[in-house]
Every structure is written in structure tokens, then in C-alpha cells.
């Protein structure tokens, strides 16, 4: 009874859980029958449905990620380890990943140090020099900016000290040895359990101070001994420790000590060292050895022949025994040219630099020769040559920053080249000098590169003005332009050069520069403007020179008001200095053109009557000069002449004395109209009588100083190549032509005005003449020969050109002129 009671307790437990599940079982079909009664149920269904997949398995992704990354989660301590254990790849992954946590969770500065050692050993990997310097470069930044960040401290010597390799493998020798020297005595962390990187520290010293700008031979002397002298050294490190100590010496020029080290190389064990290697070595260091040696006894020395033959076969026999033609070969070859050179077998050492330049361009020892054969063409005067050398050493240097050459520095490059530009530039070769420092961009600064070519424009500007100089009379115009054009592209130069060193103390100097090259070139405009610049910032030095300056600049441009303005400025501000009297000159004659002619005589007088100034001195000459033509431009003829006649009298040879004279002929011949007037209106014949007679004479004094001024002219060959020449000696035949007809000499002055008619048939003045000549022939009742003359006249008009300026030489044009000769051939 007892277990029937409990069967059917059990049985009535057992039927609410079958119903609990039966209704569960019944949900999904009772949701896919709610879902077919409508086509939106079914869209609902499927998308909560693909909702609660989504969540499933973002949850699940989540979970499992964590489980992952609690195990596997990289480290910086794990980074520093892999570092020390030399696996580099593995530490750089690891910063890698380090890099997608937060900032709190990756120390910055670690992480730089950690890329900058495995870059630093990339570097160390890599086959090209070029690209290897560079690489440890970028490995230097990454350990500057790990530093300035901050390290724990057990890292931070470490840091320094891959720093300062860094550098000085990056080419940076000068940063490098500061680096190392605030380092001091490395610590044993750097260390490690030997002194590797001690000695790798004094290796990398020795080659900094060696590499340097200016290499500091005896502080690499004294990290070189190190290795000579460290316990326990190796055969090997001892055999290339002298060798680079023997190589010092020689640089430092010590001969005896260099032979000392020489003597005393003992060969490494073989296996350390092949016999092959030791022999090339060794080798090329005597034949250096005995190089350097010639090198100091006197050329006529029989040993000095004796000791560079031995050296050339010394360098020839280690050649031989380097059949890869490696390093020691090439340098082999190189000092077997300047054996050589040192021979005086300029030509042989020519044909072996020119070996080595071609087989080894980009070589240390390929560049330098490249740069000696160059310095050789040139000192033999093969121009072309030794540019396209220097052009092709330039190029070899492609980038300043990671260039080393233990045979020839950046500093010695620099000294060579300049050497080469002023050669070039001594001997007159301007283009070429030119041409060579446009290849100069990649050893020299802008500023330079500036300064060079300005220097070179102003140097070729003044050689072409000297050379007018000397010029026959039709070339030198020509070669003055093109003188002043260089003067004004040195200017242009200098102010850029200016710009550029817009902060130093040059500045002043360089517009100075620039405006001296400007005035020269007849720039004008610029050397006013210049020297306003030079003005405003110069409170001192060259202020009253600057004043006389921007004064005659702006003389030159038609602004005397300007003009008189700079020139008082001068006299107030500066009355003791020397400029003074050019400034009253030059002042003079600014208000001359502003027709001030009594303040303009005062300034002459101020001169020509003080006390400073005697005959000798320019100013005082040119103020004479200047005296005699103002006074003839105020119609005083009678003073004029004696002031001119004067000056010319005490300098004949002046270019302005042919001036004068004509000048004094000029008074002469207009002092005539006076007379000519009171012939006129006399009354008496006593008066007419004396008016004739000073007419007469006044008159015959300019026709002999016409006559003087165009035999000087033709005589000294100025009348077809000096403009001005040119135009007095036109003048002085028509001037005689007119005083031989007032004198009514009409056949002599005929024949003047024919010399015009015959030296000038191609210029519109010639009709003047024509017209001359015809009135000439009826004054002689030669009515024919008039109007042929006038009927020549018209022939040469149709002949003139086109484009001839009638307006220029004459008061007419060619139209008029046409109906000039018509109407006077009618008379």
C-alpha cells in the first residue's frame, strides 16, 4: 500500500514537468503558425532572429580574445629583453604591438630607444656606405628624442652611448665626440663582461676626430695608441691598430715616426690574417711612406727621384697582390699618381688619375682623383678639361650630411674648389667660372653660392671696362656695355646676398656692395634705391660717400631737386669730409638744370677760390671745367674763353678738354653777333668800320678753333667710334662752313659743308649741308650748280631709310624736307 501511495506521488510529480515541456515543444510551432498568418510577422521573426545570432557570437569573440590576450599580452620588459638577447626583428614587433595600447601603458621614450638600436644595427647590416650613414642618422634622431623624453635610468648611459656611435657612423663626428665626452668613462652596463666597447668607443674617436672638418690628428693619435697599447690585444687588432697609427703619423706629416710604426709590424697569425691582405697593407703605407718622405727634400735632391720611383714600385707591387681590386688597390693606384705629379710627370700622373677616376668613380679614391686631374688640366690651361672634372667630382658628392673621404675632406674640397674658381677667374675666364660654381649647390651654402657669383660678375664687369680701355675706338663702346651689364648683374647679386644675410653684420656691407656695382653699371635707379636702403640701416660708416652717391644717381635721372637735396645733406651733415667739394660740384650742376646759375657759381667759386683744394686735385679741375661752360652758357663768352682756355692749358690730355675747345670756338663765334649788330645799326662808317673789324676777327678766331677741334679729332681717330666725338666733328664742318660765309669766303665754305655732304650721306643732317652748298653756289652766280646740289639733295632723301629720325639732326621731317627742296629748286 505503502509503495502504491509513493508510485502515485511520483506519477502526479512527473505530469506537471511532461506538460511543462509539452508546452515548451509547442512554442515553435505555435510562433511559425503565428508567423505564416502574415508576410510582416515572418520579416519580424527573421530579423530578431539574426539579432540574437549577432550578440551570440560577439560575446563568444569577446570571451575568447580575453582568454588569449590574459596569456599572450607583449611587454616592454619583454622588448628589452629580446633586445639584450640580440633578437632585433623581435623587439621592433614587439614595440610594434606595444604601440596599439594606451599611452599609459607604453613608455614613449623606451620605445624610441628600442627602434633607434635595432635601426642603428640595420645600419650596421647595411652593404651601401651611403645608405648606411644615412640609416644611422635616422637612428640617431630616434635615440635624441628617447633622451629628451626620458629613460629608466639603467638605460640612459646605453642610449648616450648609441647615440654618439650613431653619429659619428652618420657622418656627424662633431656632435658625436660632444656626445661621448659628456658620457665620460662608460659605464659597466654599457660594457657588458669585456672592454669591446671601450675599444669600439676609441676606434670611433679616433675616426671623428680623423673625419672631422678640420680633422684634429693628434686627438686621434691618442685614441689610436689605445689599441696599441691594450692588454690582451689580438695579433690582428694590434696589426691594424699600428697600421692606422703609421697613417696618422703620415698625415701629421711625420715621417720618421710613421717609419718607426712601419718597422716595428709584426704579421699576424695567418689565420687571423691572409698573407695576401697584409702584404697590400703594408705596402701602400711605405709607399706612402717614402711619398711623404720625397716630399720633404729640396726638388733637387737626387733622393727625393730615387725615393718616389721606390714608391711607385712598391705601390705597383701591391696592386699586384690585390687581385679583387679592393680598397688598398685603388688606393695603390691613386698615390702612384701623385708619385708622379711629384716627379713633375704631369702628364703621366694626369693619364692615372684619369685610370682610377674612370674605373672607381664613386670610390673615395675615384673622386679624388677625379678632383686632382681636374687641378692638373687646369694648371696646364685646358679649361674645358678641368671643368668637366671638377663638374664630375661635384656630382660624385651628392649629399654633404653622409659624405667621408679620408683622402679628401669636405673642408680641403671646399679649399680645392675655390682655388679652382679663382684660377679661373684670374686668368679671365669668367664663363667658366661662372659655370663652375652654378655646380657648387652641393658643398656650399646659398649664401655662398651668392657671394661667389656676384663676385665673379663684378670681376668680369671690371675687366671688360678696362678693356675698353685699351679697345680700338669701334670695339670699345661695345665692350663698355657689355661691362656695365655684369656690373649690373653683380648688383643684382650682392642685394640678393644681402637678403640672404639680412641678419648679420654683412648686410650694410653687401648693399654697399650692390650699390657701388649698381652705379658702376650706370643702374641708376637701383643705386638710388639701394643706397636708401644702406642709409637706413647704416648709422656710420661710408654716409657721406652714400649721399654724394644717391646725388649723382639721381643727377643721372632727371630729378635735381632730389638731387640737391643728397648734395646739401652731404655738405651740412659732413662739411670736413672729402666728398665735400664732388658734392658742391655735382650740386653746381644740379642747379644749373634747374637754371639757379648764381647758386650753381657760387658752388664752383666755393672751390675753385678755397683754400683745401690746388690744381692737382680732380675736383678742382672739373669745377674749372664746369666754371668756364656755365659761364658760357650765361652768354659770358668773354670769361668763358679765359676760364676754358685755362683749363684747357693745364690739362690737354682730360677728356673734357676736346669739349672746351669746341666750347671756346662756340663763344667765339656767338661773341661775333655783337659786332654783327652794331654793323647793322651804325651810322657812321668809323663805327661800321670798327664793327667789321671785331666782327672779322671774332670771327677768324672760331673759324682756327673749329679748325683745331676737327684736326685733334681726326688726328687722334675719334670721330668714328666716340658719339660725341663723332657729333663735334660734324659741327665744327658746318661751323666752318658758316664763319667762312659770313666772312663771305663762299668757295672755302662751299668745300667745308661738302666734307659734311661726302662723310655723312647716309644721315639726315646731309640735306642741312645741301641746302648749305646751294646757298653757297648763288652767292657765287652759280645758279646750275645750285640746283643740282638741290637736286642731289632730293636723291639722297628718297635714299635715306625708311626709319631714319629726321627729328634727331634736323628741325624738319622727310615730308617736310620734300617741300623744302621743291620750293628752294623753283628760285
Not at 208 to 237: C, G, I, Q
Not at 297 to 325: F, G, H, S, V
Not at 422 to 446: H, K
Request: contains cysteine; neutral net charge; charged residues 25%.
Amino acid at each position: 500500500m505503502a509503495e502504491t501511495t509513493q508510485s502515485h506521488s511520483d506519477d502526479s510529480s512527473a505530469a506537471p514537468s511532461v506538460s511543462l515541456v509539452s508546452r515548451l515543444k509547442g512554442i515553435p510551432v505555435k510562433l511559425i503558425d503565428w508567423m505564416r498568418t502574415s508576410r510582416l510577422r515572418t520579416i519580424i521573426v527573421g530579423c530578431v532572429s539574426l539579432l540574437v545570432l549577432g550578440v551570440v557570437f560577439a560575446l563568444w569573440s569577446f570571451l575568447a580574445h580575453e582568454a588569449i590576450g590574459h596569456d599572450d599580452r607583449v611587454t616592454l620588459r619583454q622588448a628589452y629583453e629580446a633586445l639584450d638577447d640580440g633578437r632585433y626583428e623581435r623587439a621592433r614587433t614587439i614595440v610594434g604591438e606595444l604601440q596599439n595600447e594606451t599611452a599609459q601603458s607604453l613608455s614613449f621614450g623606451s620605445a624610441l630607444f628600442i627602434l633607434g638600436v635595432v635601426k642603428a644595427k640595420q645600419a650596421d647590416d647595411e652593404w651601401s656606405t651611403g645608405r648606411s650613414r644615412a640609416m644611422h642618422l635616422v637612428a640617431s634622431r630616434y635615440l635624441q628624442k628617447a633622451l629628451a623624453i626620458g629613460l629608466p635610468n639603467e638605460r640612459e648611459a646605453a642610449a648616450r652611448y648609441q647615440l654618439g656611435r650613431s653619429l659619428i657612423l652618420g657622418n656627424q663626428p662633431r656632435e658625436g665626440i660632444a656626445v661621448f665626452e659628456e658620457l665620460g668613462d662608460i659605464p659597466h652596463t654599457v660594457l657588458g663582461e669585456d672592454a669591446s666597447a671601450e675599444a669600439e668607443r676609441h676606434a670611433l674617436l679616433m675616426q671623428a676626430y680623423l673625419d672631422s672638418p678640420n680633422p684634429r690628428l693628434e686627438k686621434a693619435l691618442e685614441h689610436a695608441k689605445f689599441a696599441v697599447e691594450k692588454a690582451h690585444a689580438t695579433p690582428r687588432e694590434l696589426y691594424k691598430a699600428k697600421l692606422a697609427q703609421g697613417d696618422i703619423f703620415l698625415r701629421l706629416g711625420q715621417a720618421q715616426l710613421a717609419r718607426q710604426v712601419v718597422d716595428s709590424l709584426m704579421p699576424p697569425a695567418s689565420d687571423l690574417l691572409n698573407e695576401s691582405e697584409k702584404s697590400v697593407v703594408q705596402q701602400v703605407l711605405e709607399g706612402r711612406l717614402a711619398i711623404e718622405t720625397a716630399r720633404q727634400l729640396p726638388k733637387a735632391d737626387p733622393q727625393r727621384k730615387l725615393l718616389l720611383n721606390e714608391a711607385i714600385n712598391e705601390l705597383r707591387e701591391a696592386q699586384r697582390n690585390d687581385p679583387r681590386m679592393g680598397r688598398n688597390s685603388r688606393r695603390a693606384m691613386y698615390e702612384i699618381g701623385v708619385a708622379l705629379e711629384e716627379l713633375g710627370k704631369l702628364q703621366s700622373a694626369v693619364n692615372q688619375f684619369d685610370r682610377v677616376s674612370k674605373q672607381f668613380g664613386d670610390t673615395n679614391e675615384g673622386i679624388a682623383a677625379t678632383l686632382a686631374e681636374a687641378d692638373l688640366n687646369l694648371a696646364q690651361g685646358r679649361y674645358q678639361q678641368a671643368l668637366a672634372g671638377y663638374r664630375t667630382a661635384l656630382e660624385a658628392v651628392s649629399n654633404p650630411t653622409t659624405y667621408v673621404n679620408e683622402l679628401l675632406s669636405l673642408p680641403e674640397l671646399r679649399k680645392r674648389l675655390l682655388a679652382a674658381f679663382q684660377e679661373f677667374v684670374d686668368e679671365g675666364r669668367f664663363a667658366e667660372a661662372a659655370l663652375l660654381v652654378d655646380q657648387f649647390n652641393t658643398v656650399f651654402d646659398q649664401g655662398e653660392l651668392v657671394e661667389l657669383t656676384a663676385r665673379t660678375q663684378e670681376a668680369w664687369g671690371e675687366s671688360l671696362l678696362k678693356k675698353a680701355r685699351s679697345d680700338d675706338r669701334w670695339h670699345a663702346r661695345q665692350t663698355r656695355q657689355q661691362g656695365r651689364h655684369r656690373l649690373r648683374a653683380a648688383g643684382r647679386a650682392y642685394e640678393e646676398l644681402a637678403q640672404v644675410r639680412y641678419a648679420t653684420r654683412f648686410y650694410t656691407d653687401d648693399l654697399w656692395q650692390a650699390a657701388d656695382c649698381y652705379y658702376r653699371g650706370q643702374n641708376y635707379t637701383n643705386t638710388a634705391r639701394t643706397l636708401r636702403e644702406y642709409l637706413h640701416h647704416e648709422v656710420r660708416r661710408r654716409n657721406s660717400v652714400a649721399l654724394l652717391r644717391m646725388g649723382q644717381s639721381y643727377l643721372a635721372l632727371r630729378r635735381p631737386a632730389d638731387a640737391i637735396e643728397a648734395f646739401e645733406e652731404c655738405l651740412e651733415m659732413y662739411p670736413r669730409d672729402a666728398v665735400v667739394y664732388q658734392s658742391r660740384l655735382e650740386c653746381a650742376r644740379a642747379h644749373q638744370q634747374l637754371g639757379n646759375s648764381k647758386a650753381a657759381l657760387e658752388l664752383l667759386k666755393s672751390n675753385l677760390t678755397g683754400e683745401e683744394l690746388t690744381p692737382k686735385s680732380p675736383e678742382w679741375r672739373d669745377s674749372l671745367f664746369a666754371y668756364g661752360r656755365l659761364l658760357y652758357d650765361l652768354d659770358q663768352y668773354e670769361p668763358a674763353v679765359k676760364h676754358l682756355r685755362e683749363a684747357v692749358g693745364r690739362y690737354p690730355r682730360d677728356e673734357q678738354s676736346m669739349l672746351a675747345m669746341y666750347t671756346i670756338a662756340r663763344a667765339h663765334h656767338r661773341d661775333s653777333e655783337k659786332p654783327q649788330k652794331r654793323l647793322a645799326a651804325a651810322n657812321t662808317e668809323s663805327e661800321r668800320q670798327q664793327s667789321r673789324k671785331q666782327l672779322t676777327s671774332d670771327l677768324e678766331k672760331a673759324h682756327r678753333a673749329y679748325v683745331e677741334v676737327q684736326r685733334l679729332i681726326t688726328l687722334e681717330g675719334y670721330g668714328d667710334s666716340d658719339p660725341l666725338h663723332r657729333t663735334l666733328l660734324r659741327n665744327c664742318y658746318m661751323m666752318q662752313g658758316s664763319v667762312l660765309f659770313d666772312l663771305n669766303r663762299f668757295e672755302e665754305a662751299r668745300q667745308a659743308y661738302a666734307n659734311v655732304s661726302t662723310l655723312y650721306q647716309n644721315e639726315p643732317f646731309v640735306l642741312e649741308s645741301f641746302v648749305k652748298i646751294a646757298n653757297c653756289f648763288r652767292r657765287l652766280n652759280e645758279p646750275t650748280k645750285a640746283r643740282g646740289t638741290l637736286l642731289q639733295a632730293k636723291q639722297v632723301l628718297e635714299r635715306l631709310p625708311a626709319d631714319a629720325d629726321f627729328r634727331v639732326a634736323t628741325n624738319f621731317t622727310r615730308q617736310q624736307w620734300g617741300l623744302i627742296l621743291d620750293q628752294m629748286s623753283k628760285w
